[in-house]
Nanobody, 126 residues
Framework: QVLLEESGGGLVQAGGSLRLSCAASGRTFSSYAMGWFRQGPGKEREFVAAIEWSGGTPYYADSVKGRFTMSRDNAKNTVYLQMNSLKPEDTAVYYC???????????????????WGQGTQVTVSS
C-alpha cells in the first residue's frame, strides 16, 4: 500500500514557476516508478512526466519538455515536478502516481499505475 499526497499547486501568471511535491508513505517507495499526470477541464487525464524506480533520466510529454523537470528523492519518499515558463494551457489538476512498472510506454499510460494521489490544482492566468 502506498499513499500519495501532492502539494504545491496554486495560481500563477503565465511565464511563472511552481514546484509540485508528492510525498509517499510506505517503506518500499524506492521500488516504485513514479509519474505525474494532469487533467484539464473537460479533458482526459494526460501524461506529463515519469521516472523509473531506479532513477535516471525522466521521461516527458512533448508539451512540457524543456520547461518541466521531474526528480525523486528516495531518502525523503518524495518526487518533485519543477514547472517553469508556465502557460495557460498547463492549467489542470496535477496527480502523482506510483506503480511497479518500467519502460516509457508503460510509464506514460495512466492505467499502468497502482496508486494515485488526490491531485493539486494548478491555474495559470494569461
Amino acid at each position: 500500500q502506498v499513499l500519495l499526497e501532492e502539494s504545491g499547486g496554486g495560481l500563477v501568471q503565465a511565464g511563472g514557476s511552481l514546484r509540485l511535491s508528492c510525498a509517499a508513505s510506505g517503506r518500499t517507495f524506492s521500488s516504485y516508478a513514479m509519474g505525474w499526470f494532469r487533467q484539464g477541464p473537460g479533458k482526459e487525464r494526460e501524461f506529463v512526466a515519469a521516472i523509473e524506480w531506479s532513477g535516471g533520466t525522466p521521461y516527458y510529454a512533448d508539451s512540457v519538455k524543456g520547461r518541466f523537470t521531474m526528480s525523486r528523492d528516495n531518502a525523503k519518499n518524495t518526487v518533485y515536478l519543477q514547472m517553469n515558463s508556465l502557460k495557460p494551457e498547463d492549467t489542470a489538476v496535477y496527480y502523482c502516481a506510483a506503480g511497479l512498472l518500467t519502460g516509457w510506454r508503460a510509464l506514460a499510460r495512466p492505467k499502468s499505475y497502482n496508486y494515485w494521489g488526490q491531485g493539486t490544482q494548478v491555474t495559470v492566468s494569461s
